[in-house]
């Protein structure tokens, strides 16, 4: 427990410095993009690292949080922090009523369950113009404020949500060392062993696709009044992929493994610009390459790679 | 369905034994009454209450706890951790002190978990799962203890160890119902025995009568047909 609140108070203290010390707005915006997508990787990490459930339609709950406060603050003109209840709302409603009959299924068929209810919802935002702009998208949703306090520079949106990053990281780290957390892990392993000792595996995967679902959308209403525009490819199938890509990539069933899958697939793509046509190309290489080294995510690796220089050294 | 007729009951505080060989629908009795085998038809009572059509959590709490074949116990999961998902219901009622307690308990009745409670559940011997998973079992505080084939897999004097343990918490009030195929053993220790084949039960009675009973020896205490029919020409 001390350890964590040592390795909390680190974290809080980098992401102060970070956001003191970086000037460049356009670095800022980068920035605050990876923990939008570190909230997304850590509500799929507890859905699918933990309780082994997979889903390929999170950017659906992703698109539900930003279309809802895009439409409520510009076609009904509600105040954002009013619209962000709402949109948790829709996101949990939507995932109870998806849930239920999709929870039943496991392994693959899961998957392709969900990756049918993600292709929906994208075609729902395409197509629902009237409502969400359709394929040329949404625009003018407002930016935050609290009081005289503008969410509207780089700097205070980063501290916005890198400080939820961190309040999130708390609070699902308390609920994996719970009881529901050992729950997950049991039902992760085997679904008849958890149910004979007595754990309501339904409703359980079902609260915890609920809560994933719930995350999702709050970095939806993050992402939606920091960039102002939304469109329907930002919450298209491949987006999803690229969630479980951060989870995997970063370490499964690992909370800093989704802030490093996260901030992976988030800075690669600026780092390998100068490649330009080959982009693509050295981008797969790399995400290969990663999964050959360290098969069980970034974060196991670097612990492996830590742990192997230790034994060495100690070695006469 | 692998079972068809089967009528047996278990009184409290008593020991009793299930034999029968492969496919003879021991498991599948046990995981009915655990409710892990949902749609059979028949009666099913605990303590005057009906089992029908209750899931596995609630009957957990009515005070039924399995240690399912295989063990079944979560390899990634620290024994610790393993222990507490057995007390996973109790948790819910805030009993924490209780269930310390309960923690100790399966302790001193095991003492190599003690040594090992950090220990990923996957990393230990084939005895120490088993013991685990009848703690695990334990922690859930049953007042009725199944038991699917404990013996399966683990070296004769492990066997013995385990077996007298059943034998402790019987007198500890714990009533226990033992599904074996390692017959000889398991009717040693047992009150009653009831001899399950091809679903139906075949024989039943004091566990001593069994032992002595020629069809028994014969099916499953591997003597065979020569021993019994020496000197009767």
Known sequence: MTQDRIIYGIFFLVITAIGFAVEN?????????????????????????????????????????????????????????????????LAVLVAVIVGLPTLKLTGYYLGMGTLGFGMIVHILFREWSSLTGGASGFVGIPPLEIGPISFFPARNYFYLVWFTVLISFVFCKRLIKSRMGRALRAIH????????????????????????????????????????????????FLVSVKIVTMVVIGGMASIWGSLLGASLLTMLPEWLHSFSDFE??????????????????????ILDIYERSRTTKNKP | MAIKGVSLSVAEGELVSLIGANGSGKSTLLQAVCG????????????????????PPAIVQKGISLVPEGRLIFPPLSVLDNLKLGAYTRYRKKQHIEIAQDLEMVMTLFPVLKERTRQAAGTLSGGEQQMLAIGRALMAKPSLLLLDEPSMGLAPLLVDKILKTLVQLRENGITILLVEQNAQAALKIADRGYVLETGRVVLQGNSEDLLADDEVKRAYLGKDYGDFYDGRG
């Open chain 1, 25 to 89: 707005h356009y670095y800022l915006q980068l920035l605050t993009i990876i923990g939008i997508n570190t909230l997304l990787a850590l509500g799929l990490n507890m859905l699918m690292g933990y309780a082994g459930q997979i889903s390929l339609g999170h950017a659906a709950f992703y698109g539900i949080g930003a279309y809802t406060t895009a439409i409520l603050t510009v076609h009904y003109n509600i105040n954002p922090w009013m619209s962000l209840p709402c949109a948790l709302f």
């Open chain 2, 36 to 55: 892990l085998l949902p749609g059979w038809e028949g009666e099913l009572a605990f303590k005057n209450d009906s089992l029908k059509g209750l899931h």
């Open chain 1, 189 to 236: 392993d085997s679904e008849n062993a958890a149910k004979a000792v007595g754990i309501n595996t339904r409703n359980m995967k079902l609260e915890i696709f609920v809560f994933s679902a719930a995350l999702s959308a709050l970095s939806g209403f993050f992402y939606a009044h920091m960039v102002s525009f939304i469109s329907p490819e930002s919450f298209s």
């Open chain 1, 280 to 301: 693509m190309v050295v981008y797969g290489l790399i995400l290969m390459l990663v999964m050959i080294i360290t098969p069980q995510g970034l974060t196991r690796g």
